[in-house]
Nanobody, 120 residues
């Protein structure tokens, strides 16, 4: 079994910063790509940022230059540093990871989501 736990969401004023963390644990052999998605009320879930096992990164255009994704492989953790937050960034943020389990099964796992609220 693989578990995903996110943290770091909360309420912040526009222009402020938050750092999200996501820890993946359990029967893990390897973790390939890790990423963050978000879903605002009434909207579809969208990709925010992704980081490969080789630390290549890709961002949604609207967050480029403001958000930074990083990972600590020793801790099976991915981070999302969010700066210069806008009200449009308010959403539930979900962590996802492409995991190879100890049984050598490839699975995509998701966290329960962490709420980011940005006040104007």
């Amino acid at each position: 079994q693989v578990h995903v736990v996110e943290s770091g969401g909360g309420l912040v004023q526009a222009g402020g910063s938050l750092r999200l963390s996501c820890v993946v644990s359990g029967s893990i052999y390897n973790i390939n790509a890790m990423g963050w998605y978000r879903q605002a009320p009434g909207k579809q879930r969208e990709l925010v940022a992704v980081i490969t096992s080789g630390t290549n990164t890709n961002y949604q255009d609207s967050v480029k230059g403001r958000f930074t994704i990083s990972r600590d492989n020793a801790k099976n953790t991915v981070y999302l540093q969010m700066n210069s937050l806008k009200t449009a960034d308010a959403a539930v943020y979900y962590c996802t990871a492409r995991v190879v389990t100890t049984a050598r099964v490839y699975v995509a796992v998701w966290g329960q989501g962490t709420l980011v609220t940005v006040s104007s």
